[in-house]
């Protein structure tokens, strides 16, 4: 059985060879361990960020993306992951803007209208951020200007390049389920934030305008990867911070369960599934999650409150669980022993029965001790073949 048969039974809510193993990204140190080489891999803001913005000021953006798409191709098949997300390797601009450097860790971005972005790499935690923006700057009325900028333009398929989607699905569609990108993309998360937020209140038709654009262009790419071949879309927009949603369910309930419904609405009506990544606690979100079409949830971060095996008994049966050992203490913390355990816990408290997919409780980020990670796999390999003892 290849990963690709495994990790749809998962899906299917049935018990395949083994519990399959999905990880949403893969940075350095951890890829560089692996592949014994520096690598372009994952959310890190050396290679996101720095390597990215030379790479367009030097006019060689396609070449980082077909590095960066070569790295991923190669890390997935050495450890042998069951599910790849086109998270690095989704569909591009054909022409993307081109930063100007304000200094060795700044750049600004801004386009024909005026629409800017000041983005920042912090060496010490290995970040990149937008820190600054005309939306920051402008507030509602910015937020006005760039909706109808956006609502002025019908977004075009010829505008995006899909030629490493291709290859990925050449390399690896026939062995993976290979996962594109989708989801209600919402302010919230941004350096803008408090403008959206406080859009949601005393804004809410321009927010919904807003939204409405964005998901325009969101379910065209969409909808040109599942006719690709993809198996699946997935949304990696946080909801939540560690206590609560980022805003009220009733929110949540009027702004994005309505446009998530359309993104799955897409997956199912091409037989595929669709996958929500949230960080944060959720669980008020859960029930409405399911009802709105979602297929799977992955992260369920234990330190946010989200536990695996309560949402295993009140929802498994309708939601498939990608998680969750955690990525904040024992994959950073070690040791050994306790990485097993931890791994070994989740397998036995979700695995039972299928519809779930190991994972860590959010991605493998900077601060996870590659030695670590991969003690978290070989446990898997060892004690997660069906049926679970």
């Not at 998962?10 to 690598?39: G, K, M, W, Y």
């Not at 990485?339 to 493998?364: D, H, M, Q, W, Y």
Request: net charge negative; charged share 25%.
């Amino acid at each position: 059985m290849n990963g690709k048969e495994r990790a749809k039974l998962a899906f299917a809510h049935q018990e395949a060879d083994r519990v399959p193993v999905f990880e949403l990204t893969i940075d350095n140190p951890t890829a560089a361990h692996v592949l014994e080489r520096p690598t372009l891999c994952g959310f890190g803001g050396l290679s996101r960020g720095v390597k990215q913005n030379q790479a367009l000021m030097a006019g060689q953006f396609k070449q980082y993306r077909e590095q960066l798409a070569t790295d991923d191709i190669e890390l997935w098949r050495a450890l042998d992951l069951d599910v790849f997300p086109l998270v690095d390797c989704d569909p591009f601009p054909v022409n993307p803007l081109v930063p100007e450097q304000v200094d060795e860790v700044t750049w600004r971005f801004e386009d024909s209208n005026g629409v800017w972005g000041l983005c920042r790499y912090a060496p010490d935690s290995d970040t990149y951020d937008q820190v600054d923006s005309s939306l920051k700057q402008g507030g509602l009325a910015e937020l006005e200007r760039v909706t109808a900028i956006m609502e002025a333009c019908e977004p075009r398929l010829e505008d995006w390049d899909f030629s490493i989607v291709d290859r990925v699905l050449a390399d690896l569609g026939g062995e993976r389920m290979v996962l594109g990108s989708a989801d209600v993309q919402i302010g919230s998360t941004w350096d803008w934030a408090e403008t959206f937020l406080i859009g949601l209140v005393q804004a809410p038709d321009l927010i919904e305008r807003y939204l409405d654009v964005q998901l325009k262009t969101a379910l065209m790419l969409g909808e040109a990867l599942l006719q690709r071949g993809v198996d699946g879309l997935h949304g990696g927009y946080d909801w939540a911070a560690s206590r609560a949603p980022i805003f009220s369910p009733r929110h949540f309930r009027k702004f994005v369960f309505p446009r998530l419904r359309q993104i799955t609405d897409l997956c199912h009506r091409y037989g595929k599934v669709y996958v929500k990544h949230t960080d944060g606690n959720v669980n008020s979100l859960l029930e409405d999650m399911i009802q709105s079409g979602v297929d799977a949830f992955q992260a369920i971060e234990p330190r946010a409150g989200m536990d695996i095996a309560a949402i295993k008994r009140q929802y498994g049966d309708r939601l498939t669980l990608i998680g969750n050992v955690d990525c904040s203490t024992v994959l950073v913390n070690g040791p050994v022993a306790a990485v097993k355990e931890e791994t070994a816990r989740v397998i036995r408290t979700a695995a039972p029965g299928g519809g779930f997919l190991l994972s860590s409780s959010n991605s493998i980020h900077p601060g996870v001790v590659p030695e670590y990670y991969l003690a978290m796999l070989e446990t898997a390999r060892e004690m997660g073949s069906y049926p679970i003892r």
